[in-house]
Structure formats: C-alpha cells, structure tokens
T-cell receptor, first 115, second 107 residues
C-alpha cells in the first residue's frame, strides 16, 4: 500500500537554528498538509497546500514557517529560528482530492526536539 | 470554530470486551474521521464517514449528523487494539482533532 514518507524520524536542534522537515507524499495525491502535535496535546492543523501554493494556514503558521514543493515529489516544512515551543511531532498528510470519497494518508511523523 | 470532544479520555478493558468511544462536535461538518495513533506516534486512518455506519473487520463507526455525534466500536477487543483513537472532523479542507482516547486492552 502506498505510503507517505517523512524524514528524519527524529531531529534535535539548537534553539535559533533552522530546520527542514521532509515529506514524500503519495505520487498521485494533489493535496498536502502539515499538522503538529505537542506532547500531550491535540493534533493541530498548520497548513494545506495545493497546486503549488498555500490554500489555507492556521494562526500558528506565522512568518517563522514556510512550505514548498521544490521538485514535484518532496513537500517540505521549514522552520526558521526554532523556539523551544516548536518541539512537537510534525505530521505530513496527503490526499488525492477533497470531498467525501478521499481519505487522508498520514506519514509516521518527525519528532522535533528544540534544546 | 469547531470543538471536538471525545469520551472517555482513558479506557482500560479486558480482552474480548466490546468497546465504545464517543465523539461530539459543535459545528456542521462535511465528514468525520476516526484515526488510530500507536505508541510510536504514527497516525493511521480507520474510517471517514459522513452518514450512517461503516464496518471494517472488528471496527464499526457510526455517525448521527443531527446530534453531531459519532461512535467507534470495537468488538471482541484484543491487546493489539491498544492505542490512542482520535476523532477528527473535516471542514474548510482541514481536520480539527479531538484529544484522543487512550485504549488499553489487557490479556
């Protein structure tokens, strides 16, 4: 069964450093998402991406964050100048389309630890 | 803004028991998702439904749109069912998640 692949599985970074989290969505999927889960809290929406542009973003997704699809396969989340509170599990998800017949496929997540 | 509440937050049961996890939401939605999160953190999609009932193996999901309520049932529960079960509602092309129900099935 096709998978969404995320790398790395775990990243430790110093506060203030930039990190790039990588995702390879399923090849025929058109809609891409980043979600995050701070330890012990609910999963939260960050951003959705379609047709090479952001379609929606949450209040969390401020200027510190950016997404891109640099080569038509990878989908990346960049966090500039990381803060301690950015420590969380980050999930990438993709789907073929929107609407009632299209479920989400999630990656296994990247655990980001900012020290 | 949609609020999603699950109950119970924690559930411990013996192998073989029938399990029910509930989810309520506050605003009309296009679809509701049930997800499973294992200790390693990965999320697996179990069901997406907008009306009625769906069944997959020992798992059954139901939704009542008028009451804004959904249930996930597990029949003949097994220790391998131990995980966090999360309800998420879909609106405006994004998911809003509940806090999850931690299920532990003892042998």
């Amino acid at each position: 069964e096709p998978e969404v692949t995320q790398t790395p599985s775990h990243q430790v970074t110093q506060m203030g450093q930039e990190v790039i989290l990588r995702c390879v969505p399923i090849s025929n999927h058109l809609y891409f998402y980043w979600y995050r889960q701070i330890l012990g809290q609910k999963v939260e929406f960050l951003v959705s991406f379609y047709n090479n542009e952001i379609s929606e973003k949450s209040e969390i997704f401020d200027d510190q964050f950016s997404v891109e699809r640099p080569d038509g396969s990878n989908f990346t989340l960049k966090i500039r100048s990381t803060k301690l509170e950015d420590s969380a599990m980050y999930f990438c998800a993709s789907r073929v389309g929107t609407g009632l017949f299209y479920g989400y496929t999630f990656g296994s997540g990247t655990r980001l630890t900012v020290v | 803004k949609n609020e999603v509440e699950q109950s119970p937050q924690n559930l411990t049961a013996q192998e073989g028991e029938f399990i029910t996890i509930n989810c309520s939401y506050s605003v009309g939605i296009s679809a509701l998702h049930w997800l499973q999160q294992h200790p390693g953190g990965g999320i697996v999609s179990l069901f997406m439904l907008s009306s009625g009932k769906k069944k997959h193996g020992r798992l059954i999901a139901t939704i009542n749109i008028q009451e804004k309520h959904s249930s996930l049932h597990i029949t003949a529960s097994h220790p391998r069912d131990s995980a966090v079960y999360i309800c998420a509602v879909e609106g405006a092309q994004k998911l809003v998640f509940g806090q999850g129900t931690r299920l532990t099935i003892n042998p």
